[in-house]
């Protein structure tokens, strides 16, 4: 069993609520790697962060986003960061992979301060901006196809994705 669609792209692109309302419209279920953390690890994405530091979230996040494309049949939305592993972008090659897109100035927009998002709790823009230039090419690489989102609405962006597929 593996995800019909894995869903990548950064933070507040809008991977859960275009996940669920393609998950809906193709009649499959919805996971999120993120949300398998905070139950496997009862403390919030946030926590891990600050507790244990960004590196061992990447060590959990990679076992849970292995886990989740073995076990989940249906929509699998990955964490904006997942990418930055080698081996998940190898396990994606395989797969159905669609990048949901987002320009800087609308990922300041979306995100505001960004105070629960670890990395933006400084300077939201200037950390946006090196963030886009360190993973766009990580995201083009493992994409099937790539859907912008900017000035779309999610049920828009749905669409624009079953479109794609
Ligand atoms: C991160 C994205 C977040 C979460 C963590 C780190 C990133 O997931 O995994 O805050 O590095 O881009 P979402 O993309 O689901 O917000």
């Known amino acids: 069993m593996s ?30 790697t993120d949300d398998d953390i905070v139950t496997a690890e009862n403390r919030t994405v946030a926590d891990i962060f600050v507790d244990d530091g960004e590196a061992a979230f990447r060590a ?5 986003v292995r886990t989740a494309l073995t076990e989940h049949e249906g929509v ?32 300041v927009r979306r995100t505001g301060l960004g105070a629960a998002r670890p990395l933006l709790a ?21 994409a099937t196809a790539v859907v912008p989102t900017d000035g779309r609405t999610p049920e828009e962006v749905t669409e624009a994705v079953l479109d794609a597929l």
Do not use: C, F
């Open 60 to 64: 959990i996040e990679k076992r849970a």
């Open 122 to 142: 400084v300077n939201p823009r200037k950390q946006w901006r090196e963030l886009m230039q360190a993973r766009r090419h990580l995201y083009e690489e493992v």
């Open 76 to 107: 699998l939305a990955l964490g904006g960061g997942s990418v930055l592993d080698a081996d998940t972008r190898a396990l994606l090659a395989s797969r159905q992979v669609v990048y949901l897109s987002m320009e800087v100035e609308e990922a």
């Open 3 to 32: 995800p019909r669609i894995v869903l990548i792209g950064p933070m507040g692109v809008g991977k859960s609520t275009v996940g669920r309302l393609l998950a809906e419209r193709l009649g499959v279920g919805y996971r999120d």
